[in-house]
């Protein structure tokens, strides 16, 4: 089916407000086209590691802090499960449309490169997806995003998850305390 490999780093709330949801929905009985899909999140170089959350269809994996991002997601390529596998960061976040099409790509070999929701006319640079078998036979992401470049696709598109909701919750947490 589809693999989504989230490249993640010190950011909790965006995980817990943004990304739990996404992957109970996809993870069972209620999920989408009644597959479930697999995440992996990469943590790489957390102060604070995400806990396990003991969710069937996600796993964590704690790259060394020293590990470049390229390097810590080709590690989890290496554990996926499936052939087709999106690559995105933890404030980028597929649109429903976005993941219907990759379930519905998963079986033709095909890739994509989203845009932005809020902005059709630019490339997501953040998030493209690749093949498990382009990855094998090169070894190497950033030619399977290469690879990739050629099927940017303007029906498929992300979300922006922006710095500023983490500021203002932690604004708020502090007001509160003060009150």
């Known amino acids: 089916m589809l693999t989504i490999i989230v490249l993640y780093k010190d950011t909790p709330d965006i995980f817990k407000e943004y990304w739990l949801p996404l992957i109970y929905k996809h993870g069972g009985q209620g999920a989408l086209h009644g597959a479930c899909l697999e995440f992996i999140v990469v943590d790489n170089g957390s102060d604070n590691l995400l806990p ?63 845009v932005w929701f ?10 493209f997806s690749i093949l498990r078998s382009d990855f094998k036979k090169h070894n190497d992401i950033r030619k399977c995003a290469q690879l990739t470049q050629s099927s940017v696709d303007s029906t498929a598109s992300m979300y922006r998850v922006p710095w500023s909701i983490i500021i203002d919750k932690n604004a708020a947490r502090i007001k509160a305390l003060y009150e």
């Not at 052939?83 to 976040?93: A, K, M, R, V, Y």
């Open 118 to 127: 809020d902005a059709p006319d630019v490339k997501c640079e953040n998030a």
């Open 52 to 114: 396990d959350q003991g969710i069937k269809n996600l796993r964590i994996y704690t790259a060394a802090k020293t590990l470049p991002n390229d390097q810590a997601i080709s590690m989890a390529i290496r554990y996926a499960q499936n052939e087709l596998i999106l690559i995105t960061d933890i404030h980028s976040l597929p649109t429903y449309q976005t993941m219907t099409l990759l379930q519905d790509l998963y079986n033709k070999n095909q890739t994509i490169w989203p």
